[in-house]
């Protein structure tokens, strides 16, 4: 499917050799409540990199997010993902981590079984695997409820894991846990990177987004401040805001 | 007030003497209150399931009719199903009229909307929670409806007793479309109505004890089931 060539000039991630475009979003506009909570957005993200999010609260952060995975429809503007637009189809390919784990009141084993069940009947050994992965095997008979918060986001990731999707999308998965479950979640989240899954994640963290990102996604009131890669936006922010921001201030329109 | 005092002694009396009418009566009673339940159940919980998630034109009239069919009297029902299932109605032809068919059709319809309404209520409720989660793993209507049901099945228990003690309770319907026929059609409830019209107000209030007490017992038996599955399935 060829690219449209204007949407990659502005902002684009500062690479060498520019990757191709997995995800695009040309002129996204979400009005809600008589006001514009997503405006005039255009983003291009590559296949390969691990993309943050960052932006104050109210910046419409988790807005993005839930349009490019389609479960918000937005007001004006395209989604494109590898070239087709968002449907049931493109979303089939994608898989979404919120802030607080959703899991059904079934056991841990269950819980994986319930999305697995698309691809046929799951075996156990696909969901001692899956379940290995997060570091969980040991818990697979218990009721996913009962697990502490750190375990209930790590079954939850695993279950994204288990859709094998292309895009991985991740709402704050650490906003509520102690260092050491945000640890786990982000090596999980950076084996999974490497293996070729693209992620994007929203976090309020400037530790963890240092960690994690590749490159920074900076959003303002609804409006992309900045899209450059990691290392400049930590060393030298482009925009006021981020330069704010970054130092902890209030930031100003 | 000492009818009271001979009510308790004669339940008791009852109840260990065994008697075969009184076993007769309660198992009529529970056959039918029961099957009205199952009934009202394969009905009202996909209904109220279908409800729950649906967005449709219509939905918010449909829900207010349906939580007003949970206070539909029940000597009004009795009396559409007894014109339904009359010689004359259009139902005639099946000869159900005083028998205990007739009374599980009267009492399924009194219980399914509350069946229904409840439902609705407690899925709705999940779906809150589970709505994102759902659409990201672009699950159909149906697959939904199933997802949640499976996942309430413990509240659902709870509605499930509501609709019982609704049925176990109702006199109008069943005495109407049933008749109180001794050996046929007498269940608790209606040889309550007839022996207080008789004056046999001790005998009575004893058979109302032991409703009561089969009541307590169906709830008890639902609720500690629903407590120890809980206890192994979810938080």
Redesign the interface.
């Known amino acids: 499917m060829p690219m449209p060539e204007q949407a990659a000039t502005t902002l684009q991630t500062s690479s060498p050799s520019t990757p191709p475009a997995l995800g695009e979003v040309h002129g996204l506009l979400y009005r809600a409540g008589g006001s514009n909570l997503i405006e005039s957005i255009e983003l291009v993200l590559d296949a390969k990199s691990l993309t943050v999010v960052m932006g104050p609260n109210g910046a419409g952060k988790s807005l993005l997010l839930?349009l490019m995975?389609?479960?918000l429809e937005p007001t004006a503007g395209e989604i494109r993902w590898g070239g087709r637009r968002l449907d049931?189809r493109v979303?089939?390919r994608?898989?979404?981590v919120?802030q607080r784990p959703?899991l059904?009141?079934?056991?841990v084993a269950a819980n994986l079984r319930?999305?697995l069940a698309r691809q046929g009947k799951p075996s156990k050994a696909v969901i001692e695997s899956l379940l290995a992965e997060v570091g969980l095997e040991h818990l697979i008979d218990q009721?996913?409820?009962?697990l502490s918060g750190g375990e209930q986001q790590r079954l939850a990731l695993a279950r994204a894991l288990a859709?094998q999707p292309e895009v991985l999308f991740m709402d704050e998965p650490t906003a509520s846990l102690d260092p050491a479950a945000t640890a786990s979640i982000e090596a999980i989240v950076r084996r999974a990177h490497e293996r070729g899954v693209k992620i994007v994640f929203v976090t309020h963290d400037l530790g963890q987004a240092r960690r994690l990102a590749d490159d920074v996604v900076f959003l303002n009131k609804g409006r992309l401040v900045e899209h450059t890669s990691a290392e400049r936006f930590f060393d030298q922010p482009e925009s006021r805001q981020a330069r704010q921001y970054l130092a902890g201030q209030l930031v100003l329109a | 007030m000492q009818d009271f005092g001979a009510a308790f002694g004669l339940a008791f009396q009852l109840v260990l003497s065994a008697d075969p009418d009184l076993l007769e009566i309660i198992a009529l009673s529970l056959r039918v209150s029961l099957t009205a339940v199952a009934v009202a159940c394969i009905i009202g919980l996909p209904l109220g399931a279908a409800l729950a998630i649906g967005r449709f034109r219509g939905r918010p009239a449909l829900i207010i009719l349906l939580n007003a069919l949970m206070g539909l009297p029940p000597v009004v029902v009795g009396l559409m199903i007894y014109l339904l299932l009359s010689n004359a109605g259009p139902l005639g032809t099946f000869q159900l009229l005083y028998t205990p068919t007739a009374m599980i059709i009267a009492q399924t319809v009194l219980i399914t909307p509350i069946v229904a309404a409840l439902c609705r209520e407690v899925v709705e409720q999940m779906h809150a929670?589970?709505d994102?989660?759902f659409?990201?793993?672009?699950l159909s209507r149906m697959q939904m409806m199933t997802?949640l049901l499976w996942?309430a099945r413990y509240s659902l228990l709870t509605v499930g007793l509501a609709g019982f003690g609704r049925a176990v309770a109702e006199v109008g319907a069943v005495i109407i479309v049933g008749g109180n026929i001794d050996h046929l059609t007498r269940v608790m409830t209606t040889a309550i109505a007839l022996e207080t019209s008789k004056g046999n107000l001790a005998l009575a209030l004893a058979l109302g004890i032991v409703l009561l007490t089969l009541a307590l017992s169906v709830n008890a038996a639902v609720m500690s089931l629903r407590m120890t599955a809980s206890r192994?399935?979810?938080?």
């Open positions: 839930r995975h389609g479960l049931d979303r089939a994608q898989a979404m919120f959703v059904l009141r079934r056991s319930f999305v009721p996913a409820r009962r859709l | 929670e589970y994102e989660l659409r990201s793993l672009c997802a996942d192994y399935a979810h938080a």
